[in-house]
Each structure stands twice: as structure tokens, then as C-alpha cells.
């Protein structure tokens, strides 16, 4: 057993080591992943967890850049930024601001020479002709990933690829998650899924459900190709934010081929499908998809000469992030991610070194990180000792506690209930909330734009007056006994109905999770009782409660928004009284109405980022102090841990396509991992003693025979 021990030890591996030894110091970046990709069709995914591989491979015209704050659009595959031109319901040009403004033109450029990855959909046989359009049973009866296609080709981008995708909008098969949107703004979206409906429907009645169908043979009034390289999409009114959504995958090529080649009879079964197997002229594309155990992403040898973005923010430079500024990228070589389906092993690996970053669970955030009076977070010291580095990054989101505008009790635009919402507001100690159930990670809400989005403002010019006062150290919560003299002026006085005397009771409607939530429900319950508010907790299931909160029937619930695009059109709609989720099945959650906050919504929402805008968004967010449709609660944190041969690591809560920057010094990682995961001899050589120990006595008797047997021989 020492034998093999030495032996093992002259690999010179770790013996925990769970990669092959050819990668020992590979350019590979390894990473964890906890819930599977549903879906890997860019017409269909619309999850963080699936991002992180889509936004490696496919490529729409724009990007968000890498470095800069607040999140700014470039081109990608574009040459330049789309400038929209306006057209009159007669098609002629008008101003911006004409009141006979009926569209939106968006022209887009492509540039020229982007290839596709090497894939089986663009092969070709000497004749020219692809070489795998005719597929059938018998061709695929040895085919089972991929790689088992002998032959690969590729082709260069064009215009036409984009506007396939966005038919692919309405494919009735696909059920894209922004088709309904979409179809508002796109030109023609709504008819061209109609007539593919009803091609599909005759598939189906002549018996031939999964026939491909062609979208090239059905026109799109909306989308317009002008050239090889150049196309436009027609939308209707002004809609500013649509550049956001052209930085999407929604809005990412597809190459017809790659849709007809999987769209052969057996290829579904086998799982080789856009959603298993994406096609993108990306910097990476994807070679083995097991999702419940390896998913792995390699560099496209076809990608383009793209270089290291060479500005930032001032403080980018001293951190190291503009030390590769104009290095050609990707850098990393290939991705290797493991899915972890508990906590405990996925951070064991990385504080061994076999994860190169690591987010932070409740449970390793102790160890993890160091919380300091003010409520600053860095590094704990045994962290610090290993390289580790902390990575903080205000969310683009909001999570906050609604008041159903439509009770009788909570809602309104009456004084009392006004009156009633701004004292509960006070009562919430959402600091307390993020210190106890969030481990520190947010800041507390003045409004609803996060920081790095415009409109937010800072300090004491962004404070909301109603909740709290101005200190010098900061914003301090306004004591208890203001929120009680409101209460009073709401005609509830120590929490009673000051006509009736019947105590006043509200209820929190949220889904019911199990044990693990009493704690918080219990909190919620101790900040209204401070003001003598009964609160009473009703828990359901999550359809249940999603139907109670569609039909307006919910009065208080915990809700929350991640931001969509990193404009304060998208947290503002939210208030918009045409959001009414009750009653237009909208995002307004609260049901929240007020006439002058719309009026003045349709005025900041197309206008460009500047003074003018900041003012609109100004009084909008006063109105909310004043009505207070939400008890803002806070904006979250991100928390993550990187190891020290990781570089050019800036969080980007929108940018989504960050591997391409990243950089990796797998010489370090070696070293470091070598030195981290150092054999332990004693185990073996206390097993070596268990298993010798029987044999002492018996060796010890046996000499003891032989001596006698000596001494009587003499």
C-alpha cells in the first residue's frame, strides 16, 4: 500500500483531482452550474442559467461594453450604432416628435467576413451541395452526438440570418417568451404567425406534424433585406427601448441551413436540436451538452479578429482592467462546466482550486466574508490568504413589499389609505431585513431605479423624505412615533379603527415555502406590530398565489423586478397604470394608478438619456414617495469570489458574453492547486499499521518457537 502511495505521489497530481491530467495546466476556465439549461434556441431562452452559455455562441448586432457604467450599447456584429428615421402612416420621413410619427425604421449593417463555427449544416460535397439536407433513419442510425457527423463547414454571416430569426419569432412551435410584445411593435409579426399556423395546420391534417417548415417562403412585412449585409425592421410608434432588445439573443442569427438540418425526421429524438446544440459565430461554440453532469464550450476557430475593449471607468486601470486593452480575445482556450447539484461540494471545489469562481451561499458566506459596522463587506482573512478576491455588484433589480391598489383597506388615492402606506413604510425596518435574511448583500431602496441605471439618484438628493431623514453619516429611517402619528391621522390609532375600535388586521399573501420561512413571516409580523397592526400570513401554493395577485386579489405581498435592459423606462412601467396586472395582465403588480405619473411616463420614456429626462424621472419617483404604492425595500446585492489567476473579472449585470474577456494563468492554478491538495500520508500509514497488527503476535510467537527450538537442537 506504501508501494502505491509512492507511486501515485510521482504523478505529481492531486489525488482528489477531478479533471484528466492532460489538463493539468491547460487554458481551460472550469465552472459550476446548479439547474440545467432548458432551452438553448435563442427564439426560446430567456434565463440567466442558459445566458451563460447562449451568450458565449450566438451574436446579435449589438452589446453592451464591457467596462463602461452606466451600461452603454455598441455594435457587436453591426458596424455602427442603428440610428432610427421616422415615416408617417403614408411612409414619408418625418421629425421625431411629429404628432403624425406612425414608424420606427431601424436599418442595420452587418459587417462583412464573420464566419459561422465549423458545424454539419453548412458541409458540402464536391458538387457543391450540402451534404446532409436528406437525412433519414437509416443515415442516422449511428448518430448520436454531434461530433459523429463526419464533415464540417461554415459559411459567412449575412443579413438574411437575422431577419430568419425574427420570423422565427412566430414560429408556432416555438412559443418564444417576447412574441406577444413583439408582435405590438414588429410590423406584420401578428399575420405572418397566423399564416404560419395555418401551414401548420395542414401539416398536421396531412399527417406530417414535425415537417420543417420554410420560412423563407412566408413574407414579413416588418423586416425589410436590403442588401447582403444590410436589413431593417419596421416597428410601429416610437419605442426607444427597442435598441436594448437587438443586444438579445432573441434577436441573434439563425442560418436557415442549420434550421432545415435539424429539422430532419429523427433528429428531435436524438436530442440534436438548436435547443441541444446552438450554431453561432460567436468566440465559443459547443461541444458536449450532458446537463446533468458536463457541459463544455470551445473556442471557434473561425472567430474574427475582435480585440480587448481599451476604455472604462477611471478606476478600471488601477484594477488591472485595461492591461490587455487591444489584445485580440478570446483568451481562454475552452470552458469545462460541472453541474453541482448541492452547495457544500460545489464550494469545497473551489476553495480547493477545481472551480475557478464561486458564488456565495448563506452557508460559506461567514467564512467567506467579513461585514463591518457601516455594512461594508470584504475578504475574510483566510480567504485573503489564499488570493482570494471579493467581487460586489449592485443588481439591476428591486425587491420591495406592494400594497394592492385596489383593496379597499391598503389602496386608493385617498389621504387615509395614503397616510396608512407611508406609516407601515416607516414601520419596515428593510435595513434590519437585508442584515438578517440577505447577509448584508443590498442597500436599501429610496425609489425604484437600482444604481447604474440613469434616473437613479445618489445621496441626499435621491433620498425619499417620506420614509426617512438626512444624517451625516447618511439616510436614517424616521422614528417609530412618526409612523404612529400617521397612523393616527389615518384613523388608526394604536392600530384600531378609530370608529369602530375594532383592531386593524391586514394580510401578507406569499407562497407557502414550508418551516424554513416562518422566521421571515414572523419578522414581517413584528414591524407591524410596532404600529399595534395585526398581520396575518396567508400561504398558498405558488399558482394559487400568482392567481391571486393576477386577479387583484392579494393586499400586501413581497414582490420583485430584474431589469430587462438597463433603462429607467423599465422600472418605471411598472407603475404605469396600463401595466395593471388585474386589469390589463400587465407588469403593475399593485394595480398602482395615477393620471399625472402616466402623463408624465409618456413623456421621459422616449426621450434620450439627459437633463430634461432627469427631471421627468424626478417627479415621477416624488409622486411615488408621495402615494406610496410600495414600501421600497432594497436593491440586491451580487456577491462573488475569485480565485487570484483569474483577470479581467468586472461583474456586468448586463453584459452577458463576458468569457471572451476573461483571462486565465494556468501555471498559477497549477501551483496553487498543488499545494492546496497535498496527499495525506498518515491515513495510509496508520492503515498499513491496522493491517500489520494481527500479524505481531503471531511473528513474535513463531520467533519465540524457533529460538527454542535452537536452544534444545544445542
Same mark, same amino acid.
Given at each position: 500500500?506504501?508501494?502505491?502511495?509512492?507511486?501515485?505521489?510521482?504523478?505529481?497530481?492531486?489525488?482528489?483531482?477531478?479533471?484528466?491530467?492532460s489538463?493539468?495546466?491547460?487554458?481551460?476556465?472550469?465552472?459550476?452550474?446548479?439547474?440545467?439549461?432548458?432551452?438553448?434556441?435563442?427564439?426560446?431562452?430567456?434565463?440567466?442559467?442558459?445566458?451563460?452559455?447562449?451568450?458565449?455562441?450566438?451574436?446579435p448586432?449589438?452589446?453592451?461594453?464591457?467596462?463602461?457604467?452606466?451600461?452603454?450599447l455598441?455594435?457587436?456584429?453591426?458596424?455602427?450604432?442603428?440610428?432610427?428615421?421616422?415615416?408617417?402612416?403614408?411612409?414619408?420621413r418625418?421629425g421625431?416628435d411629429?404628432?403624425?410619427?406612425?414608424?420606427?425604421?431601424?436599418?442595420?449593417?452587418?459587417?462583412?467576413g464573420?464566419?459561422?463555427?465549423?458545424?454539419?449544416?453548412?458541409?458540402?460535397?464536391?458538387?457543391?451541395?450540402l451534404?446532409?439536407?436528406?437525412?433519414? &433513419?437509416? %443515415? $442516422? /442510425?449511428?448518430?448520436? +452526438?454531434?461530433?459523429?457527423? !463526419?464533415?464540417?463547414?461554415?459559411?459567412? =454571416?449575412?443579413?438574411?440570418?437575422?431577419?430568419?430569426?425574427?420570423k422565427?419569432?412566430?414560429?408556432?412551435?416555438?412559443?418564444s417568451?417576447?412574441?406577444?410584445?413583439?408582435?405590438?411593435?414588429?410590423?406584420?409579426?401578428?399575420?405572418? &404567425?397566423? %399564416? $404560419? /399556423?395555418?401551414?401548420? +395546420?395542414?401539416?398536421?391534417a !396531412?399527417?406530417?406534424?414535425?415537417?420543417? =417548415?420554410?420560412?423563407?417562403?412566408?413574407?414579413?412585412?416588418?423586416?425589410?433585406?436590403?442588401?447582403?449585409?444590410?436589413?431593417?425592421?419596421?416597428?410601429?410608434?416610437?419605442?426607444?427601448?427597442?435598441?436594448?432588445?437587438l443586444?438579445?439573443?432573441?434577436?441573434?442569427?439563425?442560418?436557415? +441551413?442549420?434550421?432545415?438540418?435539424?429539422?430532419?425526421?429523427?433528429?428531435?429524438?436524438?436530442?440534436?436540436?438548436?435547443?441541444?446544440?446552438?450554431?453561432?459565430?460567436g468566440?465559443?461554440m459547443?461541444?458536449?451538452?450532458?446537463?446533468?453532469?458536463?457541459?463544455?464550450?470551445?473556442?471557434?476557430?473561425?472567430?474574427?479578429?475582435?480585440?480587448?475593449?481599451?476604455?472604462? +471607468?477611471?478606476?478600471?486601470?488601477?484594477?488591472?482592467?485595461?492591461?490587455?486593452a487591444?489584445r485580440?480575445?478570446?483568451f481562454?482556450?475552452?470552458?469545462?462546466?460541472?453541474?453541482?447539484?448541492?452547495?457544500?461540494?460545489?464550494?469545497?471545489?473551489?476553495?480547493?482550486?477545481?472551480?475557478?469562481?464561486s458564488?456565495?451561499?448563506?452557508?460559506?458566506?461567514?467564512?467567506?466574508?467579513?461585514?463591518?459596522?457601516?455594512?461594508?463587506?470584504?475578504i475574510?482573512?483566510?480567504m485573503?490568504?489564499?488570493?482570494?478576491?471579493?467581487?460586489?455588484?449592485v443588481?439591476?433589480?428591486?425587491?420591495?413589499l406592494?400594497?394592492?391598489?385596489?383593496?379597499?383597506?391598503?389602496?386608493?388615492?385617498?389621504e387615509?389609505?395614503?397616510k396608512?402606506?407611508?406609516?407601515?413604510?416607516?414601520?419596515?425596518?428593510?435595513?434590519?431585513?437585508?442584515?438578517?435574511?440577505?447577509?448584508?448583500?443590498?442597500?436599501?431602496?429610496?425609489?425604484?431605479?437600482?444604481?447604474?441605471?440613469?434616473?437613479?439618484?445618489?445621496?441626499?438628493?435621491?433620498?425619499?423624505?417620506?420614509?426617512?431623514?438626512w444624517?451625516?453619516?447618511?439616510?436614517?429611517?424616521?422614528?417609530?412615533?412618526?409612523?404612529?402619528r400617521?397612523?393616527?391621522?389615518?384613523?388608526?390609532?394604536?392600530?384600531?379603527?378609530?370608529?369602530?375600535?375594532?383592531?386593524?388586521?391586514?394580510?401578507?399573501?406569499?407562497?407557502?415555502?414550508?418551516?424554513?420561512?416562518?422566521s421571515?413571516?414572523?419578522?414581517?409580523?413584528?414591524?407591524?406590530?410596532?404600529?399595534?397592526?395585526?398581520?396575518?400570513?396567508?400561504?398558498?401554493?405558488?399558482?394559487?398565489?400568482?392567481?391571486?395577485?393576477?386577479?387583484?386579489?392579494?393586499?400586501?405581498?413581497?414582490?420583485?423586478?430584474?431589469?430587462?435592459?438597463?433603462?429607467?423606462?423599465?422600472?418605471?412601467?411598472?407603475?404605469?397604470?396600463?401595466?395593471?396586472?388585474?386589469?390589463?395582465?400587465?407588469?403593475?403588480a399593485?394595480?398602482?394608478?395615477?393620471?399625472?405619473?402616466?402623463?408624465?411616463f409618456?413623456?421621459?420614456?422616449n426621450?434620450?438619456?439627459?437633463?430634461?429626462?432627469?427631471?421627468?424621472?424626478?417627479?415621477?419617483?416624488?409622486?411615488?414617495?408621495?402615494?406610496?404604492?410600495?414600501?421600497?425595500?432594497y436593491?440586491?446585492?451580487?456577491?462573488?469570489?475569485?480565485?487570484?489567476?483569474?483577470?479581467?473579472?468586472?461583474?456586468?449585470?448586463?453584459?452577458?458574453?463576458?468569457?471572451?474577456?476573461q483571462?486565465?494563468?494556468a501555471?498559477?492554478?497549477?501551483?496553487?492547486?498543488?499545494?492546496?491538495?497535498?496527499?495525506?500520508?498518515?491515513?495510509?500509514?496508520?492503515?498499513?499499521?491496522?493491517?500489520?497488527?494481527?500479524?505481531?503476535?503471531?511473528?513474535?510467537?513463531?520467533?519465540?518457537?524457533?529460538?527454542?527450538?535452537?536452544?534444545?537442537?544445542?
Amino acid at each position: 500500500m506504501v508501494a502505491i502511495g509512492l507511486a501515485l505521489a510521482g504523478c505529481g497530481r492531486a489525488w482528489n483531482d477531478p479533471y484528466p491530467a492532460s489538463e493539468n495546466a491547460a487554458n481551460i476556465l472550469y465552472a459550476g452550474f446548479t439547474e440545467r439549461p432548458k432551452h438553448l434556441d435563442p427564439v426560446q431562452s430567456y434565463s440567466e442559467d442558459e445566458a451563460e452559455f447562449n451568450a458565449q455562441i450566438y451574436e446579435p448586432p449589438l452589446q453592451y461594453h464591457y467596462l463602461k457604467r452606466p451600461y452603454t450599447l455598441v455594435p457587436l456584429t453591426a458596424r455602427a450604432m442603428p440610428e432610427p428615421y421616422f415615416l408617417d402612416a403614408g411612409g414619408n420621413r418625418v421629425g421625431a416628435d411629429a404628432p403624425e410619427l406612425a414608424f420606427s425604421v431601424y436599418e442595420i449593417r452587418i459587417r462583412p467576413g464573420i464566419l459561422y463555427q465549423p458545424h454539419p449544416a453548412f458541409a458540402r460535397d464536391g458538387a457543391g451541395r450540402l451534404r446532409y439536407e436528406r437525412l433519414d &433513419a437509416q %443515415a $442516422l /442510425r449511428d448518430v448520436h +452526438e454531434l461530433r459523429d457527423f !463526419a464533415y464540417t463547414g461554415t459559411r459567412e =454571416l449575412v443579413a438574411a440570418d437575422y431577419v430568419y430569426q425574427i420570423k422565427r419569432l412566430a414560429h408556432p412551435r416555438l412559443h418564444s417568451p417576447i412574441f406577444g410584445l413583439m408582435s405590438e411593435y414588429v410590423v406584420g409579426l401578428k399575420e405572418l &404567425a397566423a %399564416a $404560419l /399556423r395555418q401551414a401548420d +395546420e395542414k401539416l398536421r391534417a !396531412a399527417g406530417r406534424p414535425k415537417a420543417w =417548415l420554410d420560412l423563407d417562403a412566408f413574407p414579413l412585412a416588418g423586416v425589410e433585406l436590403v442588401d447582403r449585409h444590410t436589413y431593417r425592421i419596421r416597428i410601429r410608434g416610437r419605442y426607444a427601448q427597442f435598441a436594448y432588445w437587438l443586444a438579445m439573443s432573441f434577436f441573434a442569427p439563425v442560418p436557415p +441551413e442549420a434550421d432545415r438540418f435539424y429539422g430532419q425526421p429523427g433528429m428531435a429524438e436524438k436530442n440534436l436540436t438548436l435547443d441541444w446544440y446552438p450554431v453561432g459565430t460567436g468566440p465559443y461554440m459547443l461541444t458536449r451538452n450532458d446537463p446533468n453532469a458536463r457541459i463544455v464550450l470551445e473556442r471557434n476557430p473561425n472567430y474574427r479578429d475582435e480585440r480587448y475593449p481599451a476604455e472604462g +471607468e477611471p478606476q478600471d486601470a488601477a484594477a488591472g482592467l485595461l492591461a490587455d486593452a487591444g489584445r485580440r480575445i478570446p483568451f481562454i482556450d475552452k470552458a469545462v462546466f460541472s453541474r453541482e447539484k448541492e452547495a457544500i461540494p460545489y464550494w469545497n471545489k473551489f476553495l480547493q482550486g477545481y472551480y475557478d469562481s464561486s458564488g456565495i451561499s448563506s452557508d460559506s458566506f461567514d467564512q467567506a466574508v467579513q461585514v463591518g459596522a457601516g455594512g461594508e463587506s470584504t475578504i475574510s482573512p483566510e480567504m485573503a490568504q489564499q488570493g482570494i478576491r471579493l467581487e460586489t455588484t449592485v443588481a439591476t433589480a428591486v425587491r420591495y413589499l406592494a400594497f394592492n391598489w385596489l383593496d379597499p383597506v391598503v389602496g386608493g388615492a385617498d389621504e387615509r389609505s395614503r397616510k396608512l402606506r407611508r406609516a407601515i413604510g416607516i414601520a419596515i425596518d428593510w435595513e434590519e431585513f437585508i442584515s438578517i435574511f440577505a447577509n448584508g448583500r443590498g442597500i436599501a431602496a429610496q425609489g425604484p431605479i437600482p444604481p447604474g441605471i440613469f434616473g437613479h439618484r445618489e445621496g441626499q438628493a435621491g433620498l425619499d423624505s417620506t420614509i426617512y431623514d438626512w444624517a451625516p453619516g447618511g439616510p436614517r429611517r424616521k422614528d417609530i412615533a412618526e409612523a404612529r402619528r400617521l397612523l393616527v391621522q389615518a384613523g388608526y390609532p394604536d392600530g384600531r379603527d378609530a370608529r369602530s375600535g375594532v383592531p386593524l388586521v391586514l394580510y401578507l399573501d406569499t407562497t407557502d415555502r414550508g418551516p424554513g420561512d416562518k422566521s421571515r413571516f414572523d419578522w414581517f409580523r413584528k414591524q407591524f406590530a410596532k404600529l399595534g397592526i395585526q398581520l396575518e400570513v396567508r400561504g398558498t401554493d405558488y399558482n394559487r398565489f400568482q392567481e391571486k395577485v393576477r386577479k387583484g386579489a392579494a393586499q400586501i405581498f413581497v414582490w420583485g423586478w430584474n431589469a430587462d435592459y438597463p433603462d429607467p423606462e423599465n422600472f418605471l412601467f411598472l407603475f404605469q397604470s396600463t401595466q395593471s396586472r388585474a386589469r390589463f395582465q400587465g407588469e403593475n403588480a399593485a394595480n398602482y394608478s395615477n393620471p399625472e405619473f402616466d402623463r408624465l411616463f409618456e413623456r421621459m420614456k422616449n426621450l434620450p438619456n439627459g437633463a430634461e429626462r432627469q427631471a421627468l424621472i424626478d417627479r415621477m419617483v416624488a409622486i411615488l414617495h408621495e402615494d406610496a404604492p410600495w414600501s421600497f425595500g432594497y436593491f440586491p446585492k451580487d456577491f462573488g469570489l475569485l480565485h487570484a489567476w483569474m483577470a479581467n473579472v468586472k461583474p456586468n449585470q448586463m453584459a452577458r458574453n463576458r468569457l471572451k474577456y476573461q483571462r486565465i494563468d494556468a501555471q498559477l492554478r497549477a501551483r496553487r492547486r498543488a499545494e492546496w491538495n497535498l496527499p495525506l500520508w498518515w491515513p495510509l500509514a496508520g492503515l498499513a499499521l491496522l493491517v500489520a497488527a494481527p500479524a505481531i503476535p503471531a511473528a513474535l510467537s513463531y520467533r519465540r518457537r524457533e529460538r527454542r527450538r535452537a536452544s534444545a537442537g544445542a
